[in-house]
Every structure is written in structure tokens, then in C-alpha cells.
């Protein structure tokens, strides 16, 4: 017997590793081969076109057009060599992922012939028709236009034949209709914020930048078994299949060695990716079987984002390659651990001090703990809408199960840190305030660098951790662009420090010292945000009975987890940072309902379609076989003998028949549900009756599936199991 499920597995069990030959050149020979970065800017431009260019990467100054003309044609001439044709602009719709348009670089040269052709004028804005990405009733599509601009700040790069562009994306009156457009907004918000503060301590700081270190997590899966269910093909992730009987309780995956099919697809990831400037530095093992993590050096946040979102697309593309699947979804099997995308996150000044890690000094303490209690403050104040930045269909799976951040957001600062935040408080202000660099402060605090060298409690049940000189925001998903917990997070950030300079300098025209009037002010932030900080079990049930009563947002329900972008307070926090405005959030939040709908919409039609046309088929024949079983014991025994011997044969027959009844039965409702839903015209509405009604019934529907899996024949059984999808590489 050899159906489908047979010979994928039969196929995925016999391949072999992919060759990847060793390169001769070291890594630090080929990274950024293929991007236009300083060092090819100089080869190519002329010495006053460098400087321009670099002056507007680094300071944001405007560029000229004749600038822009002769950027392109030292871009062009670069990539030609490279052997590209075409060129795009590479922007960030809100649907997530990144989108593309190529244009050959070719014009007619007037003569009757082709010249290769590439003007300033294409390289700085496009007018891609692009009436078909989600907008949020911004753009009415009779007048579809919207706007690609290059963004200087990330360096064009070279895809097989095409030159990228990194580009925003706006609407034609103007609004942000990507990610990337806002998160340079907040990014300059946070250097403008964190920069005035600084001048508290250091009048020589004149920029502050953000860093971004991702940590991608992600699934491979043999592409025959891919191929074999459905459900991964179009959604992502599997909609029914019962645990396997190991996974991971042994923890023998976590780091374990790499296996060879894998390993060579890394390693062919991380020198394409080096190649493409990406720095990427960590590979290991995750958790779950067939899970892994790829980590590169952190970067400021608007190249590191780019750099994630470049990342995802070479390994969906070399996964291919090695006969792979790669699942960036955030829960694609049950009953074992999700991915995430943890995202490090750091502020550093132009001086070289990094704002999150603890000083030599005491004033350099001060200053740390300047921005650390600022950050708790941001956190503390917007917990709900930094919630609602990493909320999706799909991360829904993964947080509030247990292995992953809760639902709810707080801050884990360990020992050391909240016994200086402690005494801090607790302190009265006359002490408090010497701040003497040989003495040390009263409050200890210059006793920090010591202390914070032993970083080992770190726990890894909380969303947002403090980790030795960086907070690491874990909720994020590993299907996500980061820009979306990015853009929150140094808005929220920035805005705090605008409110905290108020108060500083309040007291100070009243006349108080700096140093007092920083204590003064520190003390009553610890105090305010106290109920963000949590440093036990994150996963426990005592943790949300606690939560709710502290009033942090324990929401769970994704599309009202959604509401937080629309508080008066958080409007007007991203209005007066200049980062998004209303009518950009009211239009982002449609564009997060309408996506949560379609996503669940979709599933909902492939389970029904697998239950009806899959498992239902395969159960009742195997029922049938029963059934026939039973006929011929009874032609041959009598009644008695025949309960005797059919027994087992008939508790089946029961069993099959009860799950095939109740899978029909939700699978109608279902249908109903979704006609129902479908009506509502409002979209937020549209989202909760997903989430209220069809949801729910698809997990109802996949528990029988999954009872039926452990009745039904192995032989009938059609979709791969979980333990050929799981263990076989
Ligand atoms: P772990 O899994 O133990 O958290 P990893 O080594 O996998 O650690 O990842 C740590 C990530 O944090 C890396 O991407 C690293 O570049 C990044 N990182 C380190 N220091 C900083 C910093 N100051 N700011 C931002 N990111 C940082
Ligand atoms: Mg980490």
C-alpha cells in the first residue's frame, strides 16, 4: 500500500545533506559583498558625492537631486558588474513580509536601441500601483496611489539579478502606509528624547541611538512532508495532529548537535546572509524538535529591522534549496514550543556609553539608572499597547500557552537591580543625593558593575527582561516584523523621556540642584511603577489573579487587544512624538482586524475542507472494515460468543461514530459562524465574532481529529504525522 503519506515519508527518510562547498575567502572578505555600503560608495562615487551621502545617512540632512543623479549612476555601474538587470523599490506593507516591483533598468536610446538606464529621479521615489496592499480605507483604490522614497539610511543591496532599494511607503496625501515609516519617526523621537537627557550628565551627547539585536526562531520540515499536509502549505502552521509520543520532554534537542541537512542549510544561510551585510553570529538547537534560532550581531534598529525582514526571505528561498520547508509561523505544532523573536534592545549614545549598562561612576550609575527606571515608566504606563504591538492571529497561539511569555506584560529586572531600586525609594532624599565618586553613593549603586556580573537569574518567563545591559523584549513573534514592538517601544520610550525633562527642569527653575531633583523625581517613578516589575513565575496562574489586581492589561482576546492603539493616551502620545497620527492609527488598527479575520478565515475553510474530504473518508472506511468484521463474527458464532470476540471491534465502532458525528456537526457550524461573521461590515466586530465563534470551534473540531488519529488504521491514516514531521530531517 503506497499512498501519498508513505512515500513522503519514504522520500524525506532517504535524503541527504545538500552540498555546500567551503568557500576559500574568510567571512570578513565577503561580507557586504553584495551591498552598497561605505566602502563601495567610495569606490563609486566622487569624493563630494560620499560626503553628501554620508552626511544625510548620518545627520539626516536633505539630498540634493544632482547628488541623487550621480548616486545612481555609481549604484548602477556597482550593480551592473554584478551581473543585475533590474532594479526595485523593496518596502514593508502592512501585511507583514516585504514587497517588491522590478523594472528592468533598460530605456530606449532615442536611436532605436536600448541603453541601460538608472535616473536619481527612479532611485529616490516610485509611484508603484499598489492598490491592492492593505490600507485601511486611506487610499481609495480609484486613486491608488502610493509612494515609494528611498531611505538612505539602509544601504541598497543586490538580489540575485535585482538592485533593492530600501524604501517607505506612503499614501499620495501622505500617510504612512509600511512599517519602516513610522519606526524612523520613533527612532528619531527616542535619539531627540534620550539625547536632551543626557545632556543631564553629559553636555558633550549629540545623538542617541537605538539598537536592535533579533533572535529568530524557526521550524524546518522536509519539503515532501510540507508538501503532503495542507494545512502547513496554506496556512503555515498544522491545524490538527496529535502529539507524537516523544517530543521534546527529554530536552535532547536544546542545543544538541545540529544535524547534517540542517547544519549545511545554515551554513549556506549565514554565508548568503553575510554576503547581504546581515552579521549573523549564534545557530543553535531550540527546544522543540526540528526548531532553531539564528542570531546576529545587534545593529541600529532601522538596518537591523531591515536585516530581519532580508533574513526571512533568503531562508525561505534557500530552505527550497535543501529540500526544506521553513516555518516562521509562531505555533506550528501543538504541544510543543512555539517560535518568537526575541528582540534586544538597547540605547547608545555618540560618546560610546550604553545607556542600559551600568557605569564605572557613580554619575555614569545615575545616568543608568536615569534610563532604566524611564524605561519601566514607558513600559509601566503603555503595557497594553505594547501587547498590542506583538498581537496576531497567530502569536496568539503561543502566548499564555505555557511555554511562552503570558499575555500580559511586565518587567523582570532580577536581584541586584530591584535592591537598588528598593533602597532608592526607600532612601531619604538628604542621603540619597551624595553623590560622591570616591565614597560612592549611599545607595550603592556605583556597587552595580560588580554585582551585575553575576547575571544568572535570569528568567525566562517574562516579556520584557532586563539582561545585564539591554532589556530583551520577548513576546515578539517570530513571523512578525520587529518594526511593530520597535515603533511602540521607542515612542513610548521617548515620550517618557520628554515628560521626565519636564519635571527635572521644573524643579530645577525652582531652584533645586540637579542631583536632587533627579532623585526626587526617581523615587516617585520606582514608586508609580512598581506594578510593572515581576520577577517570578510569569506562567503561573497566581501571576494573572495578581496582574488583574495590579491593573496591568490582562486582555486575551486579540482584536480588543487591538483597542490600545486607539486610547485617547496613547493617540495623543503618538501624535505628539510625531510618529503616527490618528488617522494612521485608526487605518493600521482596521488593516490588524481585517488581517486577524482573514487569517482565522482562512484556516477555518482548510480544516473544514481536510475534515470533510480527509479525515471523515479515511475514519468511516476504516469504520467500514469494522463493521464488515463484526458481519462475519456474527455468521459464525452465536450472540453470546459473538460480544465476546466483536467487543473491542464495537467500543470502535462507537467511538468512530461519535467523533465523525460531533466533527460533522461543528463543521456546519462553523459554516455558519463564518456566514454569519462575514456580514458584519465593521471590522473590529467582524474580528471578535472570529475570535468569539469560529475559533473555539476550531479547536473543538481538531480534538476529535485528533482522538481519530490515535483509532483510525496507520496504514489509512492520509496526512504525515507528527512524528514524521517532527523527526525525520
Ligand atoms: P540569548 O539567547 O542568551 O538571549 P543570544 O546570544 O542568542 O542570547 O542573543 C543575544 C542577542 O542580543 C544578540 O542578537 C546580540 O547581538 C544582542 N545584543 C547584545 N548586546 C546588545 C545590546 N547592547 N543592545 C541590543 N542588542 C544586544
Ligand atoms: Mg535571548
Known amino acids: 500500500m503506497s499512498h501519498l503519506r508513505f512515500r513522503v515519508v519514504e522520500e524525506a527518510f532517504k535524503r541527504k545533506a545538500v552540498e555546500v562547498p567551503l568557500l576559500k575567502e574568510r567571512p570578513s572578505e565577503y561580507f557586504g559583498k553584495y551591498v552598497f555600503n561605505k566602502e563601495k560608495m567610495r569606490r563609486y562615487l566622487s569624493k563630494q558625492t560620499y560626503e553628501a551621502l554620508v552626511s544625510t545617512m548620518e545627520n539626516g540632512s536633505p539630498l540634493q537631486r544632482e547628488i541623487a543623479e550621480s548616486i545612481a549612476s555609481g549604484m548602477k555601474q556597482w550593480a551592473m558588474e554584478l551581473g543585475v538587470t533590474h532594479y526595485t523599490h523593496w518596502f514593508q506593507p502592512l501585511t507583514g513580509g516585504t514587497a517588491e516591483k522590478h523594472d528592468a533598468f533598460i530605456e ?24 491592492s496592499f492593505p490600507n485601511g480605507g486611506i487610499r481609495n483604490t480609484f486613486e491608488a496611489r502610493g509612494y515609494s522614497a528611498w531611505d538612505p539610511t539602509s544601504p541598497a543591496f543586490v538580489v540575485g539579478s535585482t538592485l533593492c532599494i530600501p524604501t517607505i511607503f506612503i499614501s499620495y496625501t501622505g500617510e504612512a502606509l509600511d512599517f519602516k515609516t513610522p519606526l524612523l519617526k520613533a527612532i528619531h523621537a527616542v535619539d531627540k528624547a534620550a539625547t536632551d537627557v543626557c545632556k543631564f550628565f553629559d553636555p558633550n551627547v549629540s545623538k542617541v541611538t537605538s539598537f536592535l539585536g533579533w533572535e529568530q526562531e524557526y521550524f524546518l520540515v522536509d519539503e515532501s512532508l510540507w508538501s503532503a499536509r495542507p494545512d502547513l502549505m496554506l496556512t503555515g502552521r498544522t491545524l490538527m495532529g496529535h502529539e507524537s509520543a516523544k517530543n521534546q520532554q527529554l530536552e535532547d534537542h536544546y542545543f544538541g548537535a545540529i544535524p ?12 548568503e546572509s553575510l554576503k547581504l551585510g546581515i552579521p549573523c553570529k549564534t545557530r543553535h538547537n531550540e527546544v522543540a524538535p526540528n526548531q532553531f534560532e539564528l542570531a546576529p550581531i545587534f545593529e541600529e534598529t532601522n538596518l537591523a529591522n531591515d ?23 509562531e505555533k506550528p505544532f501543538k504541544g510543543v514550543n512555539g517560535s518568537g523573536k526575541h528582540n534586544n534592545w538597547s540605547l547608545g549614545t555618540n560618546t560610546g556609553v550604553n545607556l542600559l549598562s551600568p557605569g564605572k561612576s557613580s554619575h555614569e550609575n545615575l545616568q543608568f539608572v536615569t534610563f532604566l527606571v524611564n524605561i519601566m ?31 500580559i506584560i511586565s518587567v523582570f529586572l532580577g536581584r541586584q537591580l530591584t535592591e537598588v531600586l528598593d533602597k532608592l525609594e526607600s532612601s531619604s532624599s538628604d542621603e540619597a543625593i551624595q553623590v560622591d565618586d570616591k565614597v560612592g553613593m549611599k545607595l550603592s549603586v556605583t556597587q552595580i558593575p560588580e554585582l551585575l556580573l553575576d547575571n544568572t537569574d535570569r528568567n525566562r518567563t517574562s516579556p520584557f527582561a532586563f539582561t545585564g545591559n539591554r532589556f530583551e523584549f520577548r513576546a515578539v513573534g517570530s513571523s512578525d516584523n520587529c518594526a511593530a514592538a520597535m515603533i511602540v517601544l521607542n515612542t513610548a520610550v521617548a515620550h517618557q523621556l520628554k515628560e521626565f525633562k519636564k519635571d527635572i527642569d521644573a524643579r530645577l527653575e525652582q531652584g533645586v540642584k ?36 495590579r491593573g496591568l492589561d490582562c486582555e486575551r482576546n486579540v482584536p480588543v487587544i487591538f483597542d490600545n492603539y486607539l486610547t485617547f493616551e496613547n493617540i495623543s502620545m503618538f501624535e505628539t512624538m ?32 481536510l475534515a470533510m474530504n480527509h479525515i471523515i473518508p479515511v475514519a468511516s472506511r476504516y469504520q467500514g472494515l469494522l463493521l464488515d468484521n463484526v458481519c462475519k463474527v456474527k455468521q459464525l458464532f452465536d450472540q453470546e460468543k459473538t460480544e465476546i470476540i466483536a467487543k473491542q471491534d464495537m467500543i470502535l465502532i462507537e467511538k468512530i461514530s461519535h467523533h465523525l458525528s460531533v466533527i460533522t456537526e461543528k463543521v456546519d457550524q462553523m459554516i455558519n459562524a463564518r456566514k454569519v461573521a462575514n456580514k458584519i461590515e465593521d471590522e473590529r466586530s467582524k474580528a471578535i465574532a472570529y475570535h468569539d465563534t469560529i475559533a473555539p470551534l476550531m479547536e473543538e473540531i481538531r480534538y476529535h481529529i485528533d482522538k481519530l488519529e490515535l483509532i483510525v488504521d496507520d496504514e489509512m491514516w492520509t496526512l504525515p504525522k507528527y512524528r514524521e514531521l517532527l523527526f525525520i530531517r
Open 514 to 549: 540637579l542631583e536632587k531633583a533627579i532623585f526626587e523625581v526617581l523615587r516617585d517613578y520606582i514608586r508609580i511603577c512598581k506594578p510593572i516589575r515581576f520577577d517570578g513565575n510569569g506562567y503561573s496562574e497566581e501571576w494573572r489573579q495578581e496582574a488583574a489586581k
Open 260 to 271: 547534517a541537512r540542517v547544519e549545511a542549510f545554515m551554513r549556506e544561510l549565514e554565508i
Open 578 to 609: 510625531g510618529v503616527l497620527n490618528h488617522v494612521e492609527l485608526h487605518a493600521r488598527n482596521e488593516v490588524n482586524w481585517e488581517t486577524y479575520t482573514k487569517k482565522i478565515q482562512i484556516e477555518a475553510r482548510v480544516l473544514g475542507d
Open 307 to 329: 536585516h530581519n525582514l532580508l533574513l526571512m526571505s533568503v531562508m525561505k528561498k534557500l530552505a527550497r534549496k535543501h529540500n526544506f520547508r521553513v516555518l516562521l509561523h
Open 108 to 131: 530606449y536610446d532615442g536611436k532605436g536601441g536600448l541603453l541601460e538606464e538608472f535616473s536619481g529621479k527612479l532611485l529616490i521615489q516610485q509611484e508603484p500601483d499598489a492598490s
Open 377 to 407: 515608566m514607558a513600559v509601566y504606563k503603555r503595557n497594553g499597547l505594547l501587547k498590542a504591538a506583538i498581537s496576531s492571529a497567530t502569536n496568539a497561539h503561543r502566548l499564555g500557552a505555557n511555554e511562552a511569555p503570558p499575555a
